[in-house]
């Protein structure tokens, strides 16, 4: 950008290339349609959806894959139907921006009723103020580049959603932007903030360096933060440096490449493997890098983590044992440990309990499909360039000991737990990183939710691999409390294709018949497949197993 005047519409769409957002998804409505106009002719290309909150899903995927997603709606009626996608943003950590239209200034004169206004004209506002972690209204041309620029370095600095209103009448409003606006900011702290922290930091770092070097038994807990702040790498050299044996945990599935000889699997409390948890619970030093264990981590248990002999590092603070730093960046201390050469050389590893290794899969012939041979059968399936997408129930469950050779190549809604997340999350994953081939996992009920957005999959010409996995209700539900509540209407999912006008469909019954399709489905680059399978109703995995059990104890 070159210093001069340009519309706030413009900067904004500016700022937002800036960041890497090259894909803006959402729905056009009469009140955002004049910034849409601008958007059709910039530089990044907008996915129209078939509905708001599926937009919402979309674009935080592509955030959790690009690094900053986007999302652009109209006034109430759309922007309140993303509210829940932006809840789980935040819950999960996931720099959304979220941009919505709104009658303009000269239209609110005297309060007049004007059509999706809910109360007053800042209803949508406080909604949002509540799901993320800043939000502003352009209502000024004199403040609305640095409100902008406010806002987008709020959610970097983060890695929580933003919400950005545009009344309709500011969008052409022009702004003069100086050479101190050029080029964008992503500076978060003042110099003098800076010197102070990085002393705190260095007090933390000798510490938790003293307490490693005395250790007998080490274990990393690596969380999702490592992710959203980019330091899976840097994970990778903190493991391989010092020999220290990492778990990850359900919501940070893939953080670590899970074929790594220092992986021990997922640490997931009563849905997990004994001596995986054992492990982690037994270290006379467990660093906690990045993670926020939820009740889903823990298997709806209560958590065995000893503070007395953790550390827990996260963007939010360090906790040594009893006592925390705060002001650390959770950045500047990961670099630390990689850096440092205080530690001492690697120690030796022996015996570590659990080392993730694929299932190879032989079909038996004429035997029914169940879920826990459906997913051995995908652990030998899955391939270098595919993107897991788990959406809730077990989908997500039983995905949890599906192998994931590379880096955040898995995505769900694991602590959010919002159905119907996968298959529009799809459309955001693959227009995010298009050498990653989507494929989707979901329940019966979630797509039916969520899952004709795949219709958006076709326009697009997206390929991904849906199955579904067609147990005639709320399975997960079902399994904690069951009752007539939890069955849905029947569908012919193999054949929803005819509607769309394009893709394939399988109807699956059989393990054979469910090897075979996948083959054909992996053949099938040009469009999207969908896999219908038929399970018994009262099937369930066995981690899906070991959760309601617990899960139960709690409900009823």
Not at 43 to 65: S, T
Not at 249 to 273: C, F, Q
Not at 504 to 524: C, H, K, M, P, V
């Amino acid at each position: 950008m070159e210093s001069g005047f340009i519309s706030i519409g413009q900067y904004l769409i500016e700022r937002l290339y800036e960041l890497g957002i090259r894909h803006i998804f959402g729905v056009p409505g009469d009140f955002v349609l004049g910034f849409y106009d601008l958007l059709v002719n910039s530089k990044i290309k907008v996915i129209n959806m078939c509905d708001e909150q599926r937009a919402g899903f979309a674009a935080d995927a592509y955030a959790r894959v690009n690094g900053v997603g986007a999302v652009c709606v109209t006034y109430c009626v759309g922007g309140l139907k993303i509210a829940n996608p932006t809840a789980g943003a935040f819950a999960e950590k996931s720099p959304l921006i979220v941009i919505s239209g709104s009658p303009g200034i000269r239209e609110r004169r005297k309060d007049p009723l004007l059509h999706h206004k809910v109360r007053d004209f800042d209803t949508q506002l406080r909604v949002f103020n509540h799901v993320t972690i800043s939000s502003t209204v352009l209502d000024d041309p004199q403040t609305a580049a640095k409100e902008i620029d406010r806002v987008l370095d709020s959610s970097l600095q983060h890695k929580r959603p933003v919400y950005i209103e545009i009344p309709r009448d500011m969008v052409s409003q022009p702004l003069y932007l100086d050479k101190s606006r050029i080029n964008g900011k992503e500076s978060f702290s003042d110099p003098e903030k800076e010197k102070d922290n990085s002393t705190v930091l260095n007090e933390a770092l000798m510490e938790v360096i003293s307490i490693i070097k005395s250790s007998k038994k080490l274990a990393i807990l690596a969380g999702v933060e490592l992710h959203r702040y980019g330091l899976q790498d840097k994970l990778v050299s903190i493991v391989e440096k010092f020999q220290i044996p990492v778990a990850s945990t359900l919501s940070s599935k893939s953080v670590i490449s899970e074929i790594h000889p220092l992986y021990l699997g997922l640490y997931e409390g009563a849905m997990g493997h004994d001596n995986v948890r054992d492990y982690v619970e037994s270290s006379d030093c467990l660093i906690l890098l990045g993670a926020f264990v939820t009740d889903l981590d823990l298997g709806g248990l209560p958590s065995k983590i000893d503070p007395a002999n953790s550390i827990s590092i996260t963007s939010e603070k360090v906790s040594i044992k009893y006592h925390n730093f705060e002001g650390i960046r959770l950045e500047d201390f990961i670099r630390g440990m990689a850096d440092s050469n205080e530690i001492g050389g690697p120690r030796r590893v022996t015996n570590l309990p659990y080392t993730q290794k694929s299932i190879q899969f032989s079909a038996i012939k004429g035997k029914k499909i169940t879920i826990n041979r459906l997913f051995q059968c995908l652990d030998s399936f899955l391939k270098n360039n595919m993107i897991v997408l788990a959406d809730v129930g077990d989908a997500l469950f039983g995905s949890t000991d599906l192998v994931i050779h590379n880096k955040t190549e898995f995505l769900s809604s694991a602590y959010y737990a919002s159905m119907g997340f996968a298959v529009p999350a799809s459309i955001g994953a693959q227009f995010a990183n298009p050498k990653l081939r989507p494929l989707v996992i979901v329940g019966d009920g979630a797509f039916q939710m969520t899952g004709m957005e795949i219709s958006t999959s076709y326009r697009f010409n997206l390929n991904p691999i849906v199955l579904v996995l067609d147990n005639q209700g709320y399975g997960t539900e079902r399994s904690i409390l069951d009752g007539h509540f939890n069955d849905i209407p029947m569908w012919d999912y193999s054949k929803i294709l005819k509607l769309i006008g394009g893709g394939i469909g399988y109807l699956i019954e059989t393990e054979e018949q469910f090897e075979d399709s996948l083959l054909q489905a992996e053949r099938n680059k040009e469009s999207f497949s969908i896999l219908d399978i038929r399970l018994d109703r009262y099937d369930k995995s066995t981690a899906l197993q070991r959760l309601t059990d617990s899960l139960r104890k709690s409900a009823i």
